[in-house]
């Protein structure tokens, strides 16, 4: 299906770009997480929208996640609370923070705003981590078909992230979802099991997962066997 506002993701710059401009809207953004494109604020929102598609793409093989021993141990001990869409905005700004000092963000407020409209119309979606009744992690992204996006997460608590992207995981698996991406490989991540691929490959995978009729649900499924 032809992308109704972008150009095809093949045709991005050498950086990835596909475009500048376009609106935070959810049929924007719905349409760019269809044709393997997001949005990436360069320079905040007073300058226009960006956005991409990478090359090589990040992917979590939805069969592939690694769990080490400690953190099963850690999960399986009763520490956190985990829950889904319970809290969606607020993980966002979790998520937003910078990790340094130095280090800006680009999960603006516009970002926010526009997120969590899609959180209120079931396209996005939140996992957060509670410890002793305080956030003290989560991931959220965007769900299309048998497709997940995920955008970001962060963590307040040690293993609070990792704990998240499991019980992430576990959930795509019992509801069906063929295709978790990342976008960025990242040490952390690729710790989990995350690899790259080319976006060629990515874009089939994609094209192959986003018509299944897949919902993402609210009742999470158990994060161990």
């Known amino acids: 299906m032809v992308s109704r506002f972008f150009p095809p993701a093949e045709q991005a710059d050498e950086h990835d770009l596909v475009l500048v401009g376009g609106r935070l809207t959810s049929e924007w953004l719905m ?21 991409f598609s990478l090359d090589p793409r990040a992917i979590i093989p939805l069969d592939g996640l690694y769990i080490s021993s400690r953190l099963k141990r850690t999960i399986r001990s009763g520490k956190f609370t985990v829950t889904c869409d319970q809290a969606f905005s607020d993980v966002m700004r979790g998520c937003s923070k910078p990790r340094h000092k130095k280090d800006g963000t680009w999960i603006t407020p516009a970002m926010i705003k526009a997120y969590s409209k899609l959180n209120e119309e079931g396209h996005a979606h939140s996992i957060e981590v509670w410890h002793e009744g305080e956030l003290a992690g989560g991931i959220y992204g ?18 609070a992230s ?6 992430l995981v576990s959930h795509l698996n019992a509801r069906g979802y063929q295709l978790f991406d990342i976008q960025q490989w990242t040490e952390h ?24 009729p ?7 499924a158990p994060i161990l066997p």
């Not at 990792?162 to 019980?167: G, M, Q, Y």
């Not at 897949?214 to 999470?220: H, I, S």
């Open 142 to 159: 965007v769900s299309i078909g048998g497709a997940f996006a995920g955008e970001s997460m962060f963590h307040k608590v040690r293993d």
């Open 31 to 51: 349409d760019a997480y269809r044709h393997g494109i997001f949005p990436w604020p360069m320079w905040g929102d007073w300058m226009p929208m960006t956005w």
């Open 162 to 167: 990792k704990v998240a992207l499991v019980a």
């Open 189 to 212: 991540t690729g710790s989990m099991g995350a690899i790259e691929i080319s976006r060629h490959d990515y874009l089939t995978l994609l094209k192959q997962a986003v018509d299944l």
């Open 214 to 220: 897949v919902t993402f649900g609210t009742e999470l």
